[in-house]
């Protein structure tokens, strides 16, 4: 079966750090682009951050230079590093897969809650 589970996600002050956590059950992860999302209530879900297969990254103009993606292949994980977060840092989330940048994400986790104070 098809999983994706992120974790990492908690409550830290103005220009802390977190590392978030993707890992995937059920298939290879390193077949997958894998792509971190975030909501926030009455918001549209933002695109925050993407890996492809050959390691390209891609990055929201809200993070760049603040987060970093990468993957650990060997298991099966996509890491989202955070750093110097800001209140509007504040969302659940996701990660989600697709097989190229041709085709919609496929699957999705349930989320990780990042919650960041000033």
């Known amino acids: 079966q098809v999983n994706l589970v992120e974790s990492g996600g908690d409550s830290v002050q103005s220009g802390g750090s977190l590392r978030l956590s993707c890992v995937a059950t059920?298939?290879?992860?390193?077949?997958?682009?894998i792509g971190w999302f975030r909501k926030v209530p009455g918001k549209e879900r933002e695109g925050v951050s993407c890996?492809?297969?050959?390691?390209?990254?891609h990055y929201s103009d809200s993070v760049k230079g603040r987060f970093t993606i990468s993957r650990d292949n060997a298991n099966n994980t996509v890491y989202l590093q955070m750093n110097s977060l800001k209140p509007e840092d504040t969302a659940v989330y996701y990660c989600?897969?697709?097989?190229?940048?041709?085709?919609?994400?496929?699957?999705w986790g349930r989320g990780t809650r990042v919650t960041v104070s000033s």
């Open positions: 059920g298939f290879y992860l390193h077949y997958y682009a």
């Open positions: 890996i492809d297969t050959d390691g390209n990254t």
């Open positions: 989600a897969k697709r097989q190229s940048s041709q085709i919609p994400y496929d699957s």
